[in-house]
């Protein structure tokens, strides 16, 4: 007869209660779980000594491994004492607060090292202290639980509109898996000698400096004097040079140490977003400020999705079509926003959930389904916040309810949309079944952005 052991998510919550227990001890404790999902309890004794060996040190180690096993660290119980530089955990700028310091009762928070998933959990409340953020203010973020569901044409169809209104445009292929939006705006031959992972790659180094990020998008005519940019995820080498995408893809993902004694680390989060500003310094450089940058961000759970949503944009736009996975998907993420409620609360006004490949262009029930679906959520998730006792937002099937986000903007589908060759029809975007397909959409976006850079002087 074999004993049962705790799964991944018990021993998880069983660690919790370990460490709730240890922080009432009045002691700050750090829950630290490694990429194996293995769990250790690194308690702070700097002023409150704790044994380091003996019976109840070996005690205090047995009973977590017992609770936690087979999912235990290496090392299940630390003490700041007993650490060379605990500054590194209990100073850690990714750790997650749990539970607050109390009367008696220390702060309990957890340090993950994963691969991918815990930027959707990070803070991403600016300081009220500091200026507004001007750079987020002005980017969007399209994003897709689900891959397929025509994010990419939407950002080209979205970047040539708002350059027909005098708009200066940058788009960001943050695609890196599976880059699409670079050549529906370029050509390879338009394209920059460098991409987004180029800069990651380079700047982990401190090499950075002189790198082609970004060209004039060769595929998308437009009028007035707008202008349309593309930052690709990869650029376009000189002929003699060697170029390795994936040699380089395999390597950007990682937090970076600092670079000297005493520096800040420099996470993932904040490497895309150097990467990102030195694309918008470059425009600005070669002709103006971008008025407007759309980031065309990777589908499904990953970091780049993480952080593009939370930490980089001043509008999301949630792509949805009205299916359970898709539900399913958008639950689980928002689910996770809804845990930390000043969060929750700033997300919330600035999404917007967009009815993708929407195929009944004249089937307003449907549409008003798929909100329904959509309202429902959010009600679940972002309304339902642990420090608010208001009632439920107000529902319309129409959309009109004043921009809230579960109010989806429809993108109309038809079968011409399907296998549409940018270079073999390179005025695609001026198509009479395109601009319909996308009107609502487009002028919607619109609105909601700020006003351009000469208007808000």
Known sequence: MTTETARFDTAWQAAHNQADRAAR????????????????????????????DGPEAADRRAEFAAATAPFTGVEPVQTARSMFAPEIFFEAPDLVEVSPRGDG???VAVLERTVVGMDWLRDTTPDADEPPDLRRERRVALYGFKGGVGRSTATAVLARYLADRGRCVLVVDLDLESPGVSNLCSDEAG???HG???HLVEAGVGNADGLELVARASLLPHKSNGEVWIAPAGGLPLEDEPYDYLGKLNRIYSDLPATEPGGTPRPFAVRLEDAITACEDQVAELSRRPDVVLLDSRAGIHDIAAVTLTRLSGLVLLFAVDNPSTWEGYRMLLSEWQRRPDDARML?????????MFHSAGDIERLGTLRRHAYDLFVDTLYNLSDEDDEEPFFSPDGAVDDAPYAAVPILFGNDLVGLDPLRSRKWPELPFVEAAYRTFTSTVERLLPAPHEEKR
């Open 348 to 356: 919330r006004e600035r999404i917007r959930v967009v009815a993708a």
């Open 25 to 52: 001890s009045g002691r700050d404790v750090v829950l630290a779980r490694d990429l194996l999902g293995r769990a250790s309890l690194l308690i702070d004794d700097a002023e409150n000594p704790l044994p380091t």
């Open 196 to 198: 987004i992972v180029d």
């Open 105 to 107: 009762v220390g702060r």
């Open 191 to 193: 394209r920059p000698r």
